[in-house]
């Protein structure tokens, strides 16, 4: 059974940085496709940020210069990291994963919760002004 685990939430000030993680567990092939999303209440699922398994990338316009998605040389750990924090990046942070070489990732805009069936449980991000 595929398991999306973040860490590295935290509340920070305006300016500040943080790291998320997500330990990708369970399947026997390295995902095709990972990426970070965010929500807050009352909202919809943002996609913040994708990587393919050849490392192509894509962020939404509100994150790019500012935030930085990789994984380890397994594929098996995905990262965000975060600079120039701002209040309005304030959310629960997911990762997503899929196995679907036939789906669009990375190159054609932001990810689309649609697109992904293995989610985490999520990490909050508190960002004070």
């Known amino acids: 059974q595929v398991q999306l685990v973040e860490s590295g939430g935290g509340s920070v000030q305006a300016g500040g940085s943080l790291r998320l993680s997500c330990a990708v567990s369970g399947h026997p092939v390295r995902a095709y496709c990972m990426a970070w999303f965010r929500q807050v209440p009352g909202k919809e699922r943002e996609g913040v940020a994708v990587i393919s398994n050849v490392d192509h990338t894509d962020y939404a316009e509100t994150v790019k210069g500012r935030f930085t998605i990789s994984t380890d040389n397994s594929g098996r750990t995905l990262f965000l990291q975060m600079i120039t924090l701002k209040p309005e990046d304030t959310a629960m942070y997911y990762c997503?994963?899929?196995?679907?070489?036939?789906?669009?990732?990375?190159?054609?805009?932001?990810?689309?919760?649609?697109?992904?069936?293995?989610w985490g449980q999520g990490t909050q991000v508190t960002v004070s002004s």
């Open positions: 997503a994963a899929h196995w679907k070489g036939h789906v669009r990732c990375a190159g054609v805009g932001p990810p689309r919760p649609g697109d992904f069936d293995s």
